[in-house]
């Protein structure tokens, strides 16, 4: 599991989460939401080994502490938001078999392309990508990577209907193969569609409800105009 022992993170003065107690189980999608600005971001990115993000408390991965950073890394992969893990000149093929390399993976780079029937990815060159593209390409990343523990920020942006479908059986594909994903997304309806828990980010701490396919309207219950 993916653990967080009284763990606090922030940056700077500001604190996202304080003093949580948390357990991130394998083989299942975890959708995590809040409004911008209350931490949905950060604390992917101190789960992805950001230890500088960390302000106290303890995380570990299957028992391996975040501070033994080259074993930890190991265990996550983390796909941003921002497409800064993808080099413009290079094409999607070398994007698969980097991450194979990196994390060690005997996945076939073709499977999850043919999922998401986007095998033309592998020969162009990312600077010719849409965004939904990007995303696609990043999806089979995490896919080939085959680490036990999947960070998805905004992964079905900028993605039409049946790309969205596709994504959507990829991510439950990598639960069902026993990973642990957790999405962080603006789209309540496509977190509908493929986890098993709602994750909010409200009062510094983490709210954890069972899917139960009324996202939207769950959100709009914790987060009403008036939340700061």
């Known amino acids: 599991m993916l653990n967080l022992n009284d763990v606090s993170i922030g ?12 357990s991130f189980k394998p083989g299942r999608v975890y959708g995590l939401m809040a409004p911008n600005g209350f931490g949905k971001s950060t604390l992917l990115k101190t789960l992805n080994g950001d230890i500088g993000l960390l302000k106290s408390g303890a995380i570990t991965c299957d028992e391996i502490p975040i501070i033994d950073t080259d074993i930890y890394a190991q265990k996550i992969y983390y796909s941003p938001e921002d497409n800064s893990i993808l080099y413009p000149t290079m094409n999607g093929r070398f994007h698969l078999e980097l991450v194979k390399k990196i994390w060690r993976s005997e996945a076939d780079i073709e499977a999850p ?9 592998k020969s162009q060159r990312i ?61 309540p309806e496509e977190l509908d569609r493929v986890c098993n828990s709602f994750i909010f980010i409200k009062n510094k701490t983490l709210q954890q409800v ?17 939340a700061k």
Do not use: W
Request: net charge positive.
């Open 11 to 22: 940056y700077k003065d500001k604190v996202i989460l304080n003093n949580v107690t948390f």
């Open 127 to 187: 600077s010719r990508f849409s965004q939904g593209m990007k995303m696609q390409l990043q999806l089979a990343m995490a896919f080939v990577s085959q680490s036990p523990y999947i960070l998805l920020d905004e992964p079905l942006n900028a993605l039409d209907i049946q790309h969205a479908e596709y994504s959507s059986h990829l991510i439950q594909t990598l639960a069902k193969h026993g990973a642990c994903v957790i999405i962080s997304s603006h789209l």
């Open 113 to 121: 392309l043919k999922m998401l029937d986007a095998l033309n990815l």
């Open 210 to 226: 069972n899917a139960c396919k009324e996202s939207r309207s769950l959100y709009h219950k914790l987060f009403d105009c008036s």
